[in-house]
């Protein structure tokens, strides 16, 4: 395919959201892992309901609602010192196996984090795991438009100064897929559970079970 | 609250929408329920894919596809005449006990359904319950944008005539409620599951847990 700069998504498809658990574990004997899944649907929830009804908060802040909300409705016990225990987890997430020799292969080429997260939980989360040299960040924060509302791709782009069809954006997100493919990047969806493909009728440019491949396609 | 108008939002409002699994289950045996939820669930989640990249398709069709994408995860057979029988489920969903009792308590008021359905879904859904005496419907397709972005309760206000605090919005789903609330009608949560209120910092005017009781609060 040849782009000229690979654009990838962040939560989950070059960090592993659930490697929250172990925090979680801590304070949650037992819970960490179904804490963990409950956050991640919270958090999007909230992030495009947030998007829908145009009222924009900044993903750190709903970050900790989505937070706030799984441990609510697990019935869970929380102060404000707790949430943000465990919110600093989110800037301390694992990569996955695979995301540190990915990023090296390409490191001859541009790429760019683009994310709904804001600059100040991506960059920590970036310098965390050393990979400041491999790769740097865009916020959607910057617009105030969520991913995968057109706007926030459009935003990327004008960062980037760059043409729709020199970005090759990665995800492992259907929904983030879906956006950035009706948008008219071109994608590669990480399908990491081999989840089915979307009836709605968008179609990745390539799909892989990680982001080992990556080079080759990029 | 003495609103002049109430809204009612239709799928699991008024009419129950898990009341598809009896129809489901003459199918797929032993499945009707799980695959009622996982529809119901697909159907949302397509709908507000669409509205939040743009890209608008009608609600007749979205259902069509999330019934397709329940039957896919759940690795079951279909083929489009099963899905047009199944879809033809929709059209004569159960109402809840209670939903003609008070919609006839409600005879003497202004009343109205909004809804994400087409008319085309709605219309043959009201007649199949007997219903065209006591309400009509207004579709969020007339402007091709969702429940819950605000141009589709502005379309609602204009169709009926009315002004945002003349407006009292009945809705069992926490996601229109925000977007009702945060377009500025009064608002009452028909919270049947007892599900803890949202983090993100709306609140309903009201919270009932059946449609009963509404009419000394409306």
């Known amino acids: ?7 990838f998504d962040a939560y989950g498809t070059l960090f592993d959201v659930y490697t929250v658990k ?8 037992g819970k960490g892992e179904s804490i963990s899944r409950l956050w ?5 929830e909230y992030c495009f309901l947030s998007q829908l009804t145009q009222k924009y908060e900044p993903f750190d802040q709903l970050t900790r609602k989505g937070l ?13 010192e707790r ?12 990569p996955f196996e695979e995301t540190e020799t990915v990023l090296k292969q390409l490191s001859g080429r541009k790429t760019a984090i683009f994310s709904n997260g804001t600059k100040g939980m991506l960059d920590p989360l970036i310098r965390h795991n050393g990979f400041e040299e491999l790769i740097g960040s865009i916020s959607a924060d910057g617009i105030r438009q969520y991913k995968p509302a057109p706007a926030a791709y459009s935003y990327a782009m004008e960062k980037l100064g760059a043409a729709k069809e020199d970005i090759l954006f990665v995800s492992c997100n259907q929904w983030d897929i879906a956006g950035a493919a009706s948008f008219g990047f071109k994608t590669v969806w990480i399908n990491r559970k081999e989840e089915p493909l979307s009836r709605l009728g968008f179609k990745p440019h390539k799909q892989l079970n990680s982001l080992e ?4 396609i990029g």
Chains 1, 2 share one sequence.
């Open 213 to 216: 491949g990556l080079a080759e």
């Open 40 to 44: 991640r649907e919270k958090q999007l």
């Open 1 to 7: 395919m040849s782009a000229k700069i690979i654009l």
């Open 22 to 29: 172990e925090k979680c574990e801590e304070f949650y004997e």
């Open 83 to 94: 949430i943000d225990t465990l919110f600093k987890a989110y800037e301390q997430l694992q």
């Open 68 to 80: 706030q909300a799984a441990l609510d409705q697990m019935g869970e016990n929380y102060d404000t």
